[in-house]
């Protein structure tokens, strides 16, 4: 499958992607910005996920919230998502509404800031809290996320801190502050618009230079440091967590080579072959032959810049011990890394990766947000032709390669979530133990 793709760049520096699909009468944009929780400086860590609460509270002629009301009255879908070194906004909306989506993105991009009040920080500033209370601290295993790169990436490393940041930051957060971020980073040169759909591509281009083309161009961006890191961690890491859960979980890390590299894409299809759906090794062996996990998974983290992460998943079944539970997975990982991989696990692999791939680019909205990403990370967002070409390119000897390389005990980060329950007993038990035998002693 090969999808159409036009790109052009605006004078201000604004990059372009056009994908005409008439196959629905709907039309998605797509907007990227280059900027994450990476680009936070310390003690300011959240602003990257704050912004893009804040981008919906109103511009210049618009009012706070009427950005979801104009799209949903139009009868389209619209939303926003923060990661380590992206946030992006996107509305998909009836063919006819394409010149409205594009001016509210159009509206916030260049007139944000005299609609920026104390009283919407303060908000929202509470509304990134509570989410943070509802989706990290107070929901089981909700830290995982943060707690993962934080043991994978070095302090120093922009990767590592929270992407949704902390109480004490977003309290220190200014005005003046958040002025300074947006100022910076929500600028036409360090943004991808994509328009994926049914429209037409004349009208697309008048109406884009019409809106976006006066935006003036932003300033110096502070670069990022160095994100080179060693190919491996150089040994096992482990972080252990009691946690209010029923069950024990365990997170398995390997640190691997960034997104768009050759290495990549052999860990995409060893990653299929070890957690994939239900024929996947680990599903096989932990949940069906062994019984010790209800549920197996895994994924990357798609990261493009120094390094990247692949992680394995593995949920224990009640009566599972946890240290059964990491010994079988790290079995499996021992298995393959030690004895390589069939070439009809790797051809499931590949069908598994491209029906994925093919399957999220069938809708407008997920096909905008591809083109966008490859034309943020890679400037080229026709690569997003050639994906599936480079997954069935990989070979079984490839992913034997790469399993040498990255899968061995010198490149394992453990996360472990335990039922704090079991913690707590198992330390009253210790303790009644210890004073058994003191006055026993005694006696």
Not at 27 to 34: G, M, Q, S, T
Request: proline share 6%; net charge negative.
């Amino acid at each position: 499958m090969r999808i159409p793709i036009e790109s052009y760049t605006l004078a201000n520096g604004l990059r372009v992607v056009l994908s005409e699909d008439r196959t629905a009468p709907i039309v998605a944009v797509n907007l990227w910005y280059h900027v994450g929780s990476a680009n936070e400086r310390a003690g300011r860590t959240g602003f990257a996920h704050l912004f893009e609460h804040m981008l919906f509270q109103g511009s210049a002629n618009v009012g706070a919230n009427e950005h979801f009301e104009l799209v949903q009255r139009a009868g389209g879908t619209l939303n926003g998502s923060t990661w380590l070194d992206r946030t992006n906004y996107y509305e998909t909306v009836p063919s006819n509404q394409l010149a409205l989506a594009l001016w509210l993105e159009a509206d916030r991009m260049a007139r944000l800031l005299p609609a920026m009040t104390q009283q919407k920080l303060d908000t929202q500033r509470d509304v990134v809290k509570n989410e943070r209370r509802w989706s990290v601290d107070n929901q089981p295993y909700g830290t995982w996320w943060e707690k993962l790169p934080a043991l994978c990436f070095p302090p120093e490393h922009p990767f590592h801190h929270s992407l949704i940041g902390s109480f004490e930051d977003l309290d220190a957060a200014s005005l003046e502050d958040v002025a300074g971020f947006f100022a910076t980073y929500y600028v036409p040169d360090n943004a991808v618009l994509t328009i994926a759909g049914d429209f037409d591509p004349a009208e697309a281009r008048r109406l884009v230079d019409e809106l976006f083309a006066p935006i003036p161009r932003g300033g110096e961006r502070p670069p990022l440091p160095d994100m080179t890191l060693p190919p491996t961690f150089g040994g096992a890491r482990r972080e252990v967590v009691p946690d209010d859960v029923m069950l024990s979980r365990v997170f398995l890390a390997f640190r691997i080579p960034p997104a768009g590299t050759p290495g990549h894409y052999a860990a995409g299809v060893c990653a299929a072959i070890l957690g994939m759906r239900h024929g996947s090794r680990l599903y096989r062996a932990l949940v069906r032959e062994q019984q010790v996990a209800s549920e197996v998974g895994a994924f990357t983290y798609d990261l493009a810049k120094g390094s990247d992460l692949l992680v394995l998943d593995a949920v224990a079944r009640p009566e599972t011990d946890v240290a059964a539970l990491e010994a079988a997975l790290v079995a499996e990982v021992d298995r393959l890394a030690d004895g390589g991989v069939t070439d009809d696990e790797v051809a499931r692999a590949h069908a598994l990766v491209e029906s994925g791939f093919v399957l999220a680019l069938q809708s407008a909205g997920d096909r905008a947000d591809q083109l966008s990403r490859f034309a943020t990370y890679y400037g080229d967002p026709s690569l997003v032709n050639e994906q599936a070409a480079r997954y069935a390119a990989v070979t079984a000897a490839d992913v034997a390669a790469f399993a040498r390389a990255h899968l061995g005990a010198d490149n394992r980060a453990f996360l472990v979530y335990v039922p704090k329950e079991s913690v707590e007993r198992r330390a009253s038990s210790a303790e009644h133990d210890a004073v058994a035998a003191s006055t026993a002693a005694e006696a």
